[in-house]
């Protein structure tokens, strides 16, 4: 996967990646500012969190607008398409797919008009584990019509499905009945909204513009759009914004378990999650890993970019020195072009490449932030064998991931991770590393400033504070199968629209079918 600031960059085979991460949503109330530029640099702030996919909705008052596409923010917007997305509220996505397949049917913000005329458009950061019983209930063809296979397309019709009732006061109706993490992000024509699951697994953040109010992932996009930070969204609120102000509502009591791994690895470095910086607690994790795993050496290196805060702090604990000895590059990332097993072997050598100088002759203490299926380390410790290293001691800054996330991570699989059934003595084996150590669970919570209480630790310890369903019930495919029942009844809603109308339900038009209204909401597809 490309990531905007060169995160995972190392990942050996697209095919097997490490840990994606949950998507990226923004949203816009300011009248008299052009609310899609905002919402792009907004989303290329969020770049990070999500790269398969992004959207842009956008309203003047009188109809919503869609326009997303597959691809990178910069591969799907340009100048003359954000020109002519001009309203006063905007929502934003940048899409990694943790329910339905990377298609553009499943890339957001979705969409969907209601039988009284209101339109509503939602961007969704999270996953729902009640989506397979919220989809029965609402029942299967009116929700993959659209054929989209994802929770957001289903959480979008059940908000439209009550045109009896405001966006509002339809939401508190519909929130309530979910389960799992979410950060939404949704508009009608006049007005913004926001809301956070109760447990607050994914961050949110409200910022406050000169002319208007800002929701976002992380505060770094509300940096980027000169938005000042008000407050995080708070677990079970409900945030309106219009003409009349700002409003708030609470949907579900709050029982705060932000997710854990967000200080690790997701969030940016320069982002805050509540209240403690990201590159201050991953600098503080690779501290408390020097005092947990000392070992003589003579050079830190970090794997970049992931693993350079907790490298920082394990060299400044550990009087070690710091200093390069990866080099990659920030140009690689997702290729369309399946290289033969015999180039696969050898892709690392186009995303990371030693300092050979730098690490000749030299003990190295390597750090990365995480150990998934082992691929990426593995090659890098024999990598830095082959440049002259004598030994390669690995330092993680985060505990052995053993357990899958169902909250918006995709791991792999728990057959799949390293972890799972080998212990420390196995993992360092398997990579081929003179030593192994992870930080421990308590050194990591301590790092974050946050009591262990309030945090969602489930892919490291196995406690998940959500129920879940039935293994058959779960997973990023989940409705996948729902999705191919209604094609093969109706295949004419896959033949690639240039255009969708919107008459009731979020239907794609083909090109046989006639001409959108112009006075419907429209969705664009590059």
Same mark, same amino acid.
């Given at each position: ?34 609310? =899609? ?45 954000? =020109? ?46 009640? =989506? $397979? ?60 909204? *926001? *809301? ?182 593995? $090659? ?130 083909? $090109?046989? $079918? ?13």
């Amino acid at each position: 996967m490309p990531r905007g600031d060169g995160r995972l960059s190392h990942d050996l085979d697209p095919q097997r990646p490490g840990p994606q991460d949950a998507c990226g949503v923004f949203g816009v109330w300011a009248p008299g500012e052009e609310v =899609a530029n905002l919402t792009y640099f907004g989303l290329y702030a969020l770049q990070h969190r999500g790269q398969e996919a992004a959207g842009i909705a956008v309203s003047d008052g009188t109809g919503v607008v869609v326009y997303k596409d597959l691809g990178l923010v910069a591969q799907v917007f340009d100048e003359p398409t954000l =020109a002519s997305l001009r309203g006063h509220v905007a929502i934003g996505h940048a899409r990694y797919s943790t329910t339905g397949a990377s298609t553009w049917e499943n890339a957001q913000p979705t969409m969907r008009s209601t039988t009284s005329g209101t339109t509503i458009a939602l961007a969704h950061n999270g996953n729902l584990v009640n =989506a $397979a019983e919220l989809h029965r209930a609402a029942g299967e063809r009116e929700l993959m019509a659209d054929g989209a296979t994802n929770d957001t397309s289903l959480v979008t019709m059940l908000l439209a499905s009550r045109p009896d009732l405001s966006v509002e006061a339809a939401a508190l109706e519909v929130l309530p009945q979910l389960r799992g993490a979410f950060s939404f992000v949704f508009m009608d024509e006049s007005t913004l909204y *926001a *809301a956070r699951d109760q447990h607050g697994v994914r961050p949110l953040v409200l910022g406050r513009l000169e002319r208007g109010w800002v929701v976002a992932s992380e505060t770094a996009a509300l940096d980027i759009v000169g938005a000042s930070v008000v407050r995080e969204v708070e677990p079970g609120e409900l945030i309106a914004i219009d003409e009349d102000g700002l409003r708030s509502a609470r949907f579900a009591s709050p029982e705060p378990k932000g997710c854990l791994f967000e200080y690790v690895y997701i969030a940016r470095p320069d982002a805050t999650i509540a209240g403690r910086n990201v590159h201050a607690a991953r600098v503080q994790i690779g501290r408390q890993l020097a005092r947990e795993h000392q070992v003589d050496a003579d050079l830190v290196i970090p794997v970049p970019e992931s693993g350079t805060p907790a490298a920082i702090g394990y060299a400044a604990e550990s009087g070690i020195t710091f200093g390069a000895g990866l080099m990659k590059n920030p140009y690689v990332g997702r290729t369309f072009i399946q290289p033969s097993q015999t180039l696969r072997q050898l892709g690392i050598r186009l995303k990371l490449n030693p300092l050979r100088e730098n690490v000749r002759g030299k003990r190295l203490v390597v750090v990365d932030d995480s150990i998934v299926r082992g691929n990426t380390q593995r $090659a890098i410790v024999r990598m830095l064998r082959e440049a002259g290293a004598l030994e390669v001691h690995v330092r993680i800054s985060s505990p052995p991931v053993a357990w899958p996330c169902f909250y918006g991570i995709d791991f792999a699989t728990r057959a799949e991770l390293l972890a799972n059934g080998l212990d420390n003595e196995g993992i360092r084996r398997s990579i081929g590393a003179d030593t192994l150590g992870y930080v421990s669970l308590s050194g990591l919570i301590a790092a974050t400033e946050q009591p262990k209480s309030r945090l969602c630790r489930a892919c490291f310890d196995g406690e998940y504070p959500i129920d879940l369903p039935p293994d058959t019930l779960i997973g990023k495919h989940v409705l996948e199968g729902v999705g191919r029942r209604v094609a093969a009844e109706s295949p004419d809603l896959h033949s690639a629209p240039l255009v969708a109308a919107l008459s009731g339900h979020d239907t794609f038009s083909s $090109a046989r $079918a006639p001409r959108p209204d112009p006075e419907e909401p429209t969705t664009h597809r590059r």
